[in-house]
């Protein structure tokens, strides 16, 4: 695909790190998001303020969103002027929210109506894989489409795997949310267990990062546990949100995921606390008074 118009809705934590990289490949970005103050960083990167939705969208050939809830997944699509309110033929979307894969089959229903493609992408690496743009992109609906769209996407994501049909990669992205669940429960208490132990852990992290124990998590996340740095590179009131989900779509294939209503009633308990703004790896306070 040659260069063109893209609109991208929701500048967050991810979200603000992947307009970067298209930006720096010379794409026209419009960029909006509910609070402008949010986006100035990439309005002097270059991106185009919008004052709406279907301002972002207008002109647009590529139209990406990554917001927080479902709820707001609605509003930007189907809402007064959303998406769908100014869509028009040949424009493709694709929703990088961690969302349901009814709300993913959804939009992609009301896209063909209108004559556009729909993408659900949900990702996986949190701020730093948005960052060095290697994030892990999870997608569903249309191959043809995803063939189409694919070297964009690998402008920011450097695994980037085709699920199936509209709804694939958000089931997918459960699948995800579920190993990193009860994983993040592994890596606290080991935390914990090296430090009651009287040892080292940084030390005890340089044996079993590199282990079978090893993960994604442990590599990136226990290192800011144990500097006190609880600071979101995914919110935990969203990776709750995500846990929801997943124990919903669980619940609706009669499957019982009793180490993730673990985690999820974990968590619960941080958001009680007032920990709902940071990242997951506060989990760690879980486990420690300090």
């Known amino acids: 695909m040659g260069k063109m118009n893209m609109a991208f809705i929701g500048t967050g934590v991810m979200g603000t790190s992947i307009v970067k990289h298209l930006l720096n490949e010379e794409y026209e970005v419009?960029?909006?998001?509910?609070?402008?103050?949010?986006?100035?960083?990439?309005?002097?990167?270059?991106?185009?303020?919008?004052?709406?939705?279907?301002?972002?969208?207008?002109?647009?050939?590529i139209i990406f969103t990554m917001v927080?809830?479902?709820?707001?997944?609605?509003?930007?699509?189907?809402?007064?002027?959303?998406?769908?309110?100014?869509?028009?033929d040949g424009q493709i979307v694709i929703?990088?929210?961690t969302s349901s894969p009814a709300m993913a089959k959804r939009i992609a229903e009301q896209a063909s109506r209108q004559k556009m493609s729909a993408?659900?992408?949900?990702?996986?690496?949190?701020?730093?894989?948005?960052?060095?743009?290697?994030?892990?992109?999870?997608?569903?609906?249309?191959?043809?489409?995803?063939?189409?769209?694919?070297p964009i996407l690998s402008i920011f994501g450097q695994q980037i795997v085709y699920q199936g049909e509209a709804g694939a990669g958000q089931h997918a992205k459960m699948c995800n949310q579920i190993a990193i669940a009860t994983n993040m429960i592994g890596v606290c208490e080991a935390i914990v267990y090296a430090e009651?132990?009287?040892?080292?852990?940084d030390t005890v992290l340089q044996s079993i990062s590199s282990g079978a124990a090893g993960s994604w998590s442990l590599s990136n996340l226990?290192?800011?546990?144990?500097?006190?740095?609880?600071?979101?590179?995914?919110?935990?009131?969203?990776?709750?949100?995500?846990?929801?989900?997943a124990?919903?779509?669980?619940?609706?294939?009669?499957?019982?995921?009793?180490?993730?209503?673990?985690?999820?009633?974990?968590?619960?308990?941080?958001?009680?606390?007032?920990?709902?703004?940071?990242?997951t790896q506060v989990l760690y306070k879980s486990y420690s008074v300090n």
């Open 247 to 279: 124990l919903e779509e669980a619940a609706a294939m009669d499957l019982a995921l009793p180490g993730l209503e673990l985690a999820r009633n974990m968590y619960e308990q941080l958001v009680e606390r007032g920990y709902g703004e940071k990242g």
């Open 196 to 201: 009651k132990a009287g040892l080292d852990p």
């Open 119 to 150: 993408i659900d992408a949900p990702v996986s690496g949190g701020d730093i894989g948005a960052k060095n743009g290697t994030l892990s992109i999870m997608c569903g609906g249309d191959q043809q489409i995803f063939n189409e769209i694919l």
């Open 30 to 61: 419009a960029v909006y998001t509910r609070t402008k103050s949010k986006a100035e960083p990439l309005i002097q990167a270059g991106a185009s303020w919008a004052s709406s939705i279907d301002e972002a969208v207008a002109e647009a050939t």
């Open 95 to 97: 929703d990088m929210t």
């Open 68 to 88: 927080g809830y479902p709820t707001d997944v609605e509003e930007v699509y189907f809402g007064e002027r959303g998406i769908f309110s100014a869509g028009k």
């Open 222 to 245: 226990a290192p800011r546990m144990l500097n006190g740095n609880f600071e979101p590179g995914f919110y935990v009131k969203h990776f709750l949100k995500d846990m929801n989900i």
